[in-house]
C-alpha cells in the first residue's frame, strides 16, 4: 500500500488549497478514505472521511461548511478541498485507509 500526497503549501487566511491523495497497491474503490491532522504539539485528528463509492461523507465540526472531501475511483484519488482556511487549519494532512495506512503527510500553513 502506498499513497503520494501533494498539494499542501502557504495560504492566506480566507483562501483555497486541494489537497490530493494518490493510493495504490490495494483495491482503492473498496475502502473508506479518510484524511486527518496533526497541528504542532496537538494529537492526530480525523477531518473528513468518504465511502468507496463516494456517497457518503463524514466531517469534523471544526471544518464543516469549508473542506469538501471527494473521491476519483477510476484515478484512485482523494481529495480535500479546503476554502475559507482559517489559522487553526496549520498542521500537516495525512490521507488514510483502514488497516492503519497512512500517507506521508502534506504541510499546510494558513497564515497572512
Known amino acids: 500500500v502506498q499513497f503520494v500526497e501533494s498539494g499542501g503549501g502557504l495560504v492566506q487566511p480566507g483562501g483555497s488549497l486541494r489537497l490530493s491523495c494518490a493510493a495504490s497497491g490495494f483495491t482503492f474503490s473498496s475502502y473508506v478514505m479518510s484524511w486527518h491532522r496533526q497541528a504542532p504539539g496537538k494529537g492526530r485528528e480525523l477531518v473528513a472521511s468518504i465511502s468507496g463509492t463516494g456517497d457518503s461523507t463524514y466531517y469534523a465540526e471544526s471544518v464543516k461548511g469549508r473542506f469538501t472531501i471527494s473521491r476519483d475511483n477510476a484515478k484512485n484519488t482523494v481529495f480535500l478541498q479546503m476554502s475559507n482556511v482559517k489559522p487553526e487549519d496549520t498542521a500537516v494532512y495525512y490521507c488514510?485507509?483502514?488497516?492503519?495506512?497512512w500517507g506521508q503527510g502534506t504541510q499546510v500553513t494558513v497564515s497572512s
Open positions: 488514510k485507509a483502514p488497516g492503519d495506512y
